[in-house]
């Protein structure tokens, strides 16, 4: 996984690219009609239901645009939230709080739903051991914020992009010319480079399976888009040697069954790439 320190990184890029794509040379509705004097108050409100994240990303977005902007929060992070809840306050110049209100709003928007959803899977998880992953299935330029947003949900963060974990998939194995060739292959590249990169294989049947084990340092198996008596039997051939993730179009019906057949991981791209945001709005305060 990525370091504090990364992660950060790619946090401040975020907000300086937003920031830099939404307000090119002036937010001139404010400088219009508001004097660069005018203090202010707004209340981040709650117009659905669902489990509140974002709320030290905006943080971060109103330090970004005014380090002068005070924010008392009210509800935690990760928490349950209704209709009509306050999150927190934000004081300070108008002009500021106006400038950082719709990159607040569009991130807590989609960080709140995907906290939600990935919330149901690990609901719907409750007692079976299994954890839920999150995927590369990000929008373009957010993921750090989406993978966030599945943290605070309570699931787990997979590899971050491809250059913190080894993934091999159908594609890479077809390419390299079959599955021991693969590993082989990487293992070498690993101790050529210096590298302490775990590595996963992906599984596309049974027999895969008993051909990744014959080699040694897979980390996890991604027994991908079986059915629920071939993954149990998957998991019993797997054993100890190895961990085992499930994957492939597993929703809300299915996650369940998939655990109990005693996977460690299910993966899911639907906590990022498929939620609608949640209702709020940052509303002035007289």
């Not at 370091?3 to 404010?30: L, M, T, Y």
């Not at 203090?39 to 409100?45: D, E, R, S, T, V």
């Not at 970004?64 to 306050?86: C, F, P």
């Not at 330029?141 to 971050?160: D, M, S, Y």
């Amino acid at each position: 996984m990525i370091s504090k320190e990364q992660f950060d990184k790619e946090i401040d890029g975020i907000i300086s690219n937003a920031i830099r794509e939404d307000i090119g040379d002036g937010d001139h509705s404010s400088l219009s009609c508001i004097p660069t004097t005018a203090m202010g108050k707004a209340k981040l409100l709650v117009k659905d239901e669902g489990i509140i994240a974002g709320i030290e990303f905006a943080k971060a977005v109103f330090n970004y645009v005014d380090s002068k902007m005070k924010v008392e929060t009210l509800i935690e992070e990760g928490s349950k939230v209704k209709y009509g809840d306050i999150v927190f306050y934000v004081e300070g110049a108008s002009q500021s709080i106006l400038k950082a209100e719709r990159l607040v709003l569009n991130a807590m928007q989609r960080m709140s739903a995907i906290a939600t959803k990935t919330r149901q899977f690990v609901d719907l998880l409750e007692g079976t051991g299994t954890k839920v992953l999150d995927t590369r299935k990000t929008t373009p330029g957010i993921r750090a914020i989406e993978k966030w947003a599945v943290k605070i949900g309570g699931g787990e963060n997979h590899r971050f992009a491809l250059y913190d974990m080894i993934m091999l998939k159908d594609n890479h194995i077809d390419f390299a010319g079959g599955i021991t060739k693969a590993i082989d292959k990487t293992k070498k590249y690993l101790k050529e480079t210096n590298r302490d990169l775990k590595i996963i294989v992906e599984a596309r049947n049974l027999s895969e399976i008993s051909e990744i084990l014959k080699s040694d340092g897979v980390y996890r198996i991604l027994i991908d888009n079986f059915n629920y008596e071939d993954t149990k039997k998957a998991v019993k051939l797997i054993g100890n040697k190895c961990l085992t993730e499930s994957s492939g179009g597993i929703n809300e019906k299915t996650i369940r069954d998939y655990a109990l057949c005693g996977v460690n991981y299910i993966s899911s791209g639907a906590l990022t790439h498929s939620v609608y945001n949640m209702d709020l709005s940052l509303k002035a305060v007289n």
